[in-house]
């Protein structure tokens, strides 16, 4: 039994990869063209992915928010695994980047599931509340501008049922947010947006390191 969580070197995540994340064929080549790109440091891994699909599945998801498309990796894997009415509504501003996974989207038959919402994530948010939509969402996923991360939070709170999850990515930067020397804007959105997760009675939360995730009438948190 170990007290601490176990630190993975790449011979031991290859290792994790082999024994626990089933990655489609589809996925793989989404993966691999992003890889390919610039920004792909961007794109969640597919442990992360696998991750997200067996959360979507053990809450018997419907409906699921995601704050942060890139080109389409973790809208695909939510989507792949909700039920046939299920649906992701994926917010970015990027077209391009977001025409990358539409392609694999249709590939894996699932682009139907999800409704790209190009425009200001906050806008969007907005409207599905005006809208009516309060509440019915089962899961959030966000990992977009970190300067938003805490109004991205609070919308998702309105939007999620009770017992919903919330997913948020990057939540300790890359160990910058321990870093006294990282004062840049990014980094200190994130201290304070955990510091005051923490501080939420509201949510129940936990943190999953992914080589990063922060996560009853409370909701749940995995960071």
Not at 53 to 61: D, R
Request: proline letters at 2%; charged letters at 30%.
């Amino acid at each position: 039994m170990s007290t601490a969580t176990i630190l993975l070197d790449e011979k031991l995540r290859e290792y994790l990869l082999n024994v626990s994340v089933k990655e489609s064929e589809i996925l793989r080549e989404l993966r691999e063209e992003t890889a390919q790109m610039e920004y792909s440091a961007m794109q969640i891994s597919p442990e992360q992915g696998a991750f997200m699909s067996f959360l979507v599945e053990l809450i018997q998801a419907k409906r699921t928010l995601e704050i942060g498309v890139f080109t389409g990796y973790s809208a695909l894997v939510v989507a792949m695994a909700l039920p046939e009415d299920g649906i992701v509504t994926a917010c970015d501003v990027s077209e391009e980047w977001a025409n990358v996974g539409m392609k694999y989207w249709k590939k894996a038959q699932v682009e139907d599931k999800i409704d790209l919402r190009i425009a200001p994530a906050l806008e969007t948010l907005d409207e599905l509340l005006t809208d009516g939509y309060r509440g019915t969402y089962d899961f959030s996923f966000i990992d977009a501008d970190k300067i938003n991360y805490q109004q991205y939070y609070e919308r998702s709170l309105e939007l999620i049922r009770s017992g919903g999850l919330i997913a948020i990515d990057n939540v300790l930067w890359s160990g910058r947010v321990i870093d006294d020397h990282s004062g840049d804007p990014n980094t200190e959105a994130i201290r304070e947006f955990n510091k005051k997760l923490y501080q939420d009675e509201r949510v129940s939360i936990s943190i999953k390191r992914r080589n990063e995730t922060k996560g009853n009438d409370r909701n749940s948190t995995i960071l």
